[in-house]
């Protein structure tokens, strides 16, 4: 690796109290600060999955909820790195890792400052959940905006990444996909709880990640309908999809 390209801890819209504490118990958890202190003695710290939130909100289902799933109404959004696979088989295991490394902390920071939860890092993609445990009437907006803001950054910084990291052999650019609509969300698995989205919900978002081409956003219908205002110009085709029989409509943002 020829230069550190990971970014700086995020240091903007730090919350100091827990969002999803706040919107769901009402109580002022502390994140930062003095305050904080007894809190992380007791093992209550900044979630991973979203620094605005704490680690009480990912143990909310059993101990609160009373209940291991729910079924709200939420945004997912997948975001891939195109040409990454083959791009891997000529580059050392070091470019590649500093390169997913800068991969998620765009992502990261672009899904926190909407108020979204980096559910999942999976190879060389990312899994955003909007409206859980941070509500927002308007999250499919947000999962947008963040989406233009993955694409954003990654546009500013992939010259330099690629020459850090002495990249070659062709672009390194990221495909997104959006829907939203009901889905379950909660703690699956026993021997192994993991907290997700479950759902067509979530199939139809990564299946439009995979049609979106480098530097590309799909919606779908759920979403243009929802933020229409958001999509001005945008274009519509229609897309055959593995394991939907019906082509499916989406459109760029």
């Known amino acids: 690796m020829k230069g550190d390209t990971r970014s700086s801890p995020m240091t903007q819209h730090q919350s100091r109290i827990c969002k999803g504490c706040w919107q769901r118990i009402h109580f002022p958890v502390p994140l930062r600060g003095v305050l904080s202190v007894p809190f992380r003695i007791f093992g209550i710290r900044p979630s991973r999955m979203n620094p605005n939130t ?7 289902f059993t ?35 500093g390169l997913l490394d800068a991969f998620y902390d765009e992502c990261a920071h672009a899904i926190w400052e909407c108020d979204g939860l980096l ?17 927002r009437d308007d999250h499919t907006k947000q ?8 694409q ?8 330099k990444l690629v020459e850090a990291l002495g990249l070659t052999g062709g672009e390194v650019g990221v495909g997104i996909g959006i829907h939203c609509g009901q889905l ?8 192994h709880r993991d907290l997700t989205a479950i759902g067509s919900v979530v199939n139809i978002a990564s299946r439009a990640q995979s049609a979106a081409a480098a530097g590309e956003i799909l919606v779908s ?10 999509l001005a110009g945008s274009k519509a085709q229609e897309y055959q999809m593995k394991g939907i029989q019906e082509p499916i409509l ?3 943002a």
């Open 54 to 60: 704490c680690n009480l909100c990912e143990l909310m």
């Open 63 to 97: 101990k609160v909820m009373k209940a291991r799933t729910i079924t709200i109404d939420a945004t997912i959004l997948f975001a891939d790195v195109r040409g990454y696979t083959s791009l891997s088989q000529s580059q050392s295991a070091g470019a590649m890792s």
């Open 143 to 150: 999962a947008v905006l963040a989406a233009r803001a993955i």
């Open 221 to 230: 219908q759920c979403v243009y309908d929802r933020v229409e205002s958001e």
């Open 250 to 252: 989406l459109y760029t």
């Open 119 to 135: 559910n999942k890092a999976i190879g060389d993609a990312v899994m955003g959940v909007f409206n859980f445990p941070i509500g």
């Open 152 to 159: 954003s950054r990654w546009c500013a910084k992939r010259e």
């Open 184 to 191: 379950s969300f909660g703690e699956f698995g026993r021997a």
